[in-house]
T-cell receptor, first 110, second 115 residues
Framework: DAKTTQPPSMDCAEGRAANLPCNHS???????VYWYRQIHSQGPQYIIH???NNETNEMASLIITEDRKSSTLILPHATLRDTAVYYC???????????FGQGTRLTINP | ETGVTQSPTHLIKTRGQQVTLRCSSQ?????VSWYQQALGQGPQFIFQ???????GRGNFPPRFSGLQFPNYSSELNVNALELDDSALYLC??????????????FGEGSRLTVL
């Protein structure tokens, strides 16, 4: 079973920041938080991951709370191409698999 | 583009038949994982291969089997197909065992329909 909880759907206006929350209250100390997204009929795409510090790359920012029980993925300037299902996943080092939940279906509106 | 290619992209089979799906991993990646994604669900882990050996398996029956070749490409075989096997089958490659601490690179998937 997935160790994360995400809202099933969210909407965001094009050009605005999209903030996707994720709860992972049972995360262990050595588990990383990963974010993937899946655009319709394509394979999942890696976005970002982090352990406890905030992370930023060319796609997004990841904000992890100090107690690590929740995190937020931020897409700073959402475009229509960001419409996808976003998955938040916790994963231990050396874990063989990603455990996907239902994810959040993000719709970017013009 | 992730460099992970899967074939075929779509196929239709009937119950009881057998199917083989193929995956070429990204250059330099020695670990391949297979996932099944039913419509409206998140991907579910089937198994992983590392250096030609199965290195972990999800909750799938033995009629789901796989191979990894010396060039790290991989096959997923499903025997005695059932209607519930209809799904998108995803292959993911990574460098090193489990790709820690980096990411998996997924292919576009093979969509199997069982009639």
């Amino acid at each position: 079973d997935a160790k994360t909880t995400q809202p099933p759907s969210m909407d965001c206006a094009e050009g605005r920041a999209a903030n996707l929350p994720c709860n992972h209250s049972t995360i262990s100390g050595n588990e990383y938080v990963y974010w993937y997204r899946q655009i319709h009929s394509q394979g999942p795409q890696y976005i970002i991951h982090g352990l406890k510090n905030n992370e930023t790359n060319e796609m997004a920012s990841l904000i992890i709370t100090e107690d690590r029980k929740s995190s937020t993925l931020i897409l700073p300037h959402a475009t229509l191409r960001d419409t996808a299902v976003y998955y938040c996943i916790v994963r231990a080092p050396g874990a063989q698999k990603l455990v996907f939940g239902q994810g959040t279906r993000l719709t970017i509106n013009p | 583009e992730t460099g992970v290619t899967q074939s075929p992209t779509h196929l239709i089979k009937t119950r009881g038949q057998q199917v083989t799906l193929r995956c070429s991993s990204q250059s330099g990646h020695n670990t391949v994982s297979w996932y099944q994604q039913a419509l409206g669900q998140g991907p579910q882990f089937i198994f992983q291969y590392y250096r030609e050996e199965e290195n972990g398996r999800g909750n799938f029956p033995p009629r789901f089997s796989g191979l990894q070749f010396p060039n790290y490409s991989s096959e997923l075989n499903v025997n005695a197909l059932e209607l519930d096997d209809s799904a998108l089958y995803l292959c993911a490659s990574s460098a090193g065992l489990a790709g820690y601490p980096g990411e998996l690179f997924f292919g576009e998937g093979s969509r199997l329909t069982v009639l």
